[in-house]
T-cell receptor, first 112, second 111 residues
Framework: AAGVIQSPRHLIKEKRETATLKCYPI?????VYWYQQGPGQDPQFLIS???????DKGSIPDRFSAQQFSDYHSELNMSSLELGDSALYFC???????????FGEGSRLTVL | DAKTTQPPSMDCAEGRAANLPCNHS???????VYWYRQIHSQGPQYIIH???NNETNEMASLIITEDRKSSTLILPHATLRDTAVYYC????????????FGPGTRLSVLP
C-alpha cells in the first residue's frame, strides 16, 4: 500500500541557509500535517492543510512557511536556519473525517 | 482539547499483556480518545481510537470507562517490538485540526 513519502530523508545545511522539505501524502488524503521533533522531545505540531488551505497552525516560527499544492503534495520552507532547527520533520496525511493519521519516515535536518 | 495524563514509563514482560492507562477527566462529549505509538525515531503509528464504546483491532484493545474520564490501551501479548512511547490523545474529530503528542508513556518490553 502507498505510504506518505518525504524527501529528502537527510539534509545538512549551514546556519542562515534555506531548506525545503517535501511531502507526498497518500492518494485521496486531503489533509496534511507537519511536525517537528527535536532530540529527546515529543513531536511538535507546526501546521496543517485541508484541501490546500491552511487549517491549523501550531508553534511554527515566522522563518518557516508551508503550502499544499494542487496535487496535494506539501512543502515546508525554512529560511535563516538556526542550530535549534536541527530536528526530525514528519509529515502526516489523513482522509477527512477518518481517525487515522499516517506518518512518513521523516526528514532529518542537521544545521551546522 | 482535553488534557491527558499518562505514567511516564512502564515495564512489561514479553508475552504478557501490557495495560497502559490514560486519564482524561476533562473530556467533553464530542471528543474521541486516540492512541498512537512511536518506535525510536520512526513516525508515530496509529493504534486505535474510540468515542465511548470499547474497541478492538488487530493491534490492541481500547477500554473506555463509562464516565469516559479514563481509558486503558491493552496490548494482549507484548513483544520486544512493542517497545515504544505510547501517546493518548483526546480531540474532536475535525478535519485539519492537529493531534497534540506528549508526554506519553515509555513502554519497555523485557525479555
Amino acid at each position: 500500500a502507498a505510504g506518505v513519502i518525504q524527501s529528502p530523508r537527510h539534509l545538512i545545511k549551514e546556519k542562515r541557509e534555506t531548506a525545503t522539505l517535501k511531502c507526498y501524502p497518500i492518494p485521496r488524503h486531503d489533509t496534511v500535517y507537519w511536525y517537528q521533533q527535536g532530540p529527546g522531545q515529543d513531536p511538535q505540531f507546526l501546521i496543517s492543510f485541508y484541501e490546500k488551505m491552511q487549517s491549523d497552525k501550531g508553534s511554527i516560527p515566522d522563518r518557516f512557511s508551508a503550502q499544499q499544492f494542487s496535487d496535494y503534495h506539501s512543502e515546508l520552507n525554512m529560511s535563516s536556519l538556526e542550530l535549534g532547527d536541527s530536528a526530525l520533520y514528519f509529515c502526516a496525511s489523513r482522509r477527512a473525517y477518518t481517525g487515522e493519521l499516517f506518518f512518513g519516515e521523516g526528514s532529518r535536518l542537521t544545521v551546522l | 482539547d482535553a488534557k491527558t495524563t499518562q505514567p511516564p514509563s512502564m515495564d512489561c514482560a514479553e508475552g504478557r499483556a501490557a495495560n497502559l492507562p490514560c486519564n482524561h477527566s476533562t473530556i467533553s462529549g464530542n471528543e474521541y480518545v486516540y492512541w498512537y505509538r512511536q518506535i525510536h525515531s520512526q513516525g508515530p503509528q496509529y493504534i486505535i481510537h474510540g468515542l465511548k464504546n470499547n474497541e478492538t483491532n488487530e493491534m490492541a484493545s481500547l477500554i473506555i470507562t463509562e464516565d469516559r474520564k479514563s481509558s486503558t490501551l491493552i496490548l494482549p501479548h507484548a513483544t520486544l517490538r512493542d517497545t515504544a512511547v505510547y501517546y493518548c490523545i483526546v480531540r474532536v474529530d475535525h478535519y485539519g485540526q492537529n493531534f497534540v503528542f506528549g508526554p506519553g508513556t515509555r513502554l519497555s518490553v523485557l525479555p
